[in-house]
């Protein structure tokens, strides 16, 4: 059974930093691909960043520049470093991953205060 959990969010004033964490289990980590997504009050559900087993990268024009995604193979996590914190950043961010199915973690909430 596939399992992620996230951890890492909290609360941060505009401009500062935090670094989210998702910790996999129940599949095979080293070729998973695995993906940051979050939810705005009132909003849809977004593609933050990706990041392939081979460790290609991709992300969101919001978040260019700012958000960085990485992965350790040898802890099964994967990491969302975010610098520059904005109002809009705030949401519950999400992990996943497709292991024959989607995947979920069960959120973490973001709140950036300006």
């Known amino acids: 059974q596939v399992q992620l959990v996230e951890s890492g969010g909290g609360l941060v004033q505009a401009g500062g930093s935090l670094r989210l964490s998702c910790a996999a289990s129940?599949?095979?980590?080293?070729?998973?691909?695995m993906g940051w997504y979050r939810q705005a009050p009132g909003k849809q559900r977004e593609l933050v960043a990706t990041?392939?087993?081979?460790?290609?990268?991709n992300y969101a024009d919001s978040v260019k520049g700012r958000f960085t995604i990485s992965r350790d193979n040898a802890k099964n996590t994967v990491y969302l470093q975010m610098n520059s914190l904005k109002p809009e950043d705030t949401a519950v961010y999400y992990c996943?991953?497709?292991?024959?199915?989607?995947?979920w973690g069960q959120g973490t909430q973001v709140t950036v205060s300006s």
């Open positions: 996943k991953t497709n292991w024959n199915y989607d995947y």
């Open positions: 990041i392939t087993g081979g460790g290609s990268t």
């Open positions: 129940g599949m095979i980590f080293t070729i998973a691909a």
